[in-house]
């Protein structure tokens, strides 16, 4: 039973029959983490965001992968609609205060707004974020309680090619896949329960 960073370890050498890939072992997990992150975006990936606007921007949050929802705090809440930079910069060329953000866009470490803002506006919403690494010294997180077996497939996929093992990397790829499905139709279900489902006009 993998129940620890160090339990996912020996689960992938005796899944591997070698005893001799101590050392690249947490890259396979590293990059597993990796390729898990790019292809998922569920629960225990959402955070909640409240940042203000400094000097017109707001840095991209730590673990940052996408956003769910974006909007400007107030008495009157203003949704954010996403636009790249260039955009921004085209239609708000202006970059000193103008008015309440509508838009906003990624440039390098920050976002920046259109209009400009004319306050210190706080832009608050939910993301999704990589959880942290694992590690030796960062043993568990929600993938080793609730998904252990996606990081074992994912992990052995990324080591067949290093082992020169194309024989094992289709059984593993569908093993992957398999508990990838599994993780997401868990998390869809999860995010319609609790009430009834009823058919809404338009």
């Excluded at 803002?117 to 609730?146: C, E, F, H, Q, V």
Aim: hydrophobic content about 40%; glycine content about 6%.
């Amino acid at each position: 039973m993998i129940q620890s960073y160090s339990d996912l370890k020996t689960s992938i050498a005796g899944f591997l029959h070698r005893g001799d890939l101590t050392a690249m072992i947490p890259e396979f997990i590293a990059d597993a983490e990796t390729r898990i992150y790019n292809d998922l975006r569920i629960r225990c990936m959402e955070t909640a965001f409240s940042s203000a606007i400094a000097s017109g921007t707001v840095a991209v949050p730590s673990g940052f992968l996408e956003w769910k929802f974006l909007y400007v705090d107030g008495s009157a809440a203003q949704k954010l609609t996403r636009k790249d930079a260039e955009w921004i910069y085209t239609i708000y060329p202006t970059r000193s205060a103008s008015g309440k953000p509508v838009f906003f866009a990624r440039e390098a470490e920050t976002f920046i707004f259109g209009p400009y803002p004319d306050s210190a506006y706080t832009i608050k919403g939910s993301y999704y974020k990589r959880l942290s690494a694992l590690s030796d010294s960062n043993t568990t997180n929600w993938l080793i309680t609730d998904a252990p077996d996606l990081l074992r497939f994912a992990a052995l996929c990324e080591a067949a090619p290093y082992i020169k093992d194309d024989s094992r990397i289709a059984l593993w790829e569908g093993k992957y896949q398999a508990s990838k499905k599994r993780v997401k139709d868990t998390d869809k279900r999860e995010a319609w329960s609790g009430s009834v489902l009823v058919a809404a006009a338009g």
